[in-house]
Protein backbone atom coordinates (compact mmCIF):
# COMPACT_ATOMS: atom_id res chain seq x y z
CA UNK A 1 0.00 0.00 0.00
CA UNK A 2 1.44 3.27 -0.77
CA UNK A 3 2.29 5.80 1.70
CA UNK A 4 -0.85 8.36 0.21
CA UNK A 5 -3.45 5.89 -0.04
CA UNK A 6 -2.90 4.76 3.84
CA UNK A 7 -2.85 8.70 5.21
CA UNK A 8 -6.63 8.89 3.28
CA UNK A 9 -7.71 5.76 4.12
CA UNK A 10 -6.77 5.89 7.87
CA UNK A 11 -8.26 10.01 7.71
CA UNK A 12 -11.47 8.69 6.38
CA UNK A 13 -11.48 6.01 9.05
CA UNK A 14 -10.89 8.69 12.01
CA UNK A 15 -13.41 10.66 10.56
CA UNK A 16 -15.93 7.82 10.49
CA UNK A 17 -15.08 7.26 14.40
CA UNK A 18 -15.62 10.97 14.84
CA UNK A 19 -18.42 11.23 13.62
CA UNK A 20 -20.52 8.06 14.61
CA UNK A 21 -19.28 10.22 18.05
CA UNK A 22 -21.20 13.08 17.17
CA UNK A 23 -24.20 10.82 16.41
CA UNK A 24 -23.98 9.63 20.01
CA UNK A 25 -24.39 12.46 21.71
CA UNK A 26 -27.01 14.03 19.19
CA UNK A 27 -29.15 10.81 19.69
CA UNK A 28 -28.00 10.11 23.41
CA UNK A 29 -27.06 6.94 22.88
CA UNK A 30 -26.41 4.64 25.81
CA UNK A 31 -23.01 2.38 25.56
CA UNK A 32 -22.40 -0.10 27.61
CA UNK A 33 -18.92 -1.79 28.02
CA UNK A 34 -18.63 -5.09 30.55
CA UNK A 35 -21.55 -3.49 32.50
CA UNK A 36 -19.96 -0.43 33.16
CA UNK A 37 -21.92 2.97 31.47
CA UNK A 38 -19.82 4.98 29.10
CA UNK A 39 -19.99 8.64 30.02
CA UNK A 40 -21.42 11.26 27.14
CA UNK A 41 -18.18 13.18 28.20
CA UNK A 42 -15.91 10.08 26.78
CA UNK A 43 -17.81 11.08 23.50
CA UNK A 44 -16.71 15.00 23.70
CA UNK A 45 -13.18 13.85 24.30
CA UNK A 46 -12.82 11.13 21.59
CA UNK A 47 -14.38 13.53 18.98
CA UNK A 48 -11.69 16.14 19.36
CA UNK A 49 -9.20 13.37 19.20
CA UNK A 50 -10.14 11.55 16.39
CA UNK A 51 -11.43 14.82 14.49
CA UNK A 52 -7.72 15.99 14.79
CA UNK A 53 -6.28 12.32 13.65
CA UNK A 54 -8.84 12.64 10.51
CA UNK A 55 -7.97 16.42 9.76
CA UNK A 56 -3.91 14.91 9.93
CA UNK A 57 -4.33 11.77 8.03
CA UNK A 58 -6.58 13.47 4.48
CA UNK A 59 -3.93 16.57 4.75
CA UNK A 60 -1.13 14.60 4.62
CA UNK A 61 -2.55 11.91 1.98
CA UNK A 62 -3.16 15.17 -0.04
CA UNK A 63 -0.12 16.60 -0.09
CA UNK A 64 2.28 13.17 -0.69
Known amino acids: MKQ ?3 FLVAGLIFLLIAIMHVV ?8 FV ?3 AVP ?3 SAV ?3 IAG ?3 SEGLKLG ?3
Open 34 to 36: GGW
Open 24 to 31: RLALRWAV
Open 46 to 48: AIV
Open 4 to 6: KTF
Open 62 to 64: NRI
Open 40 to 42: MWV
Open 52 to 54: YLA
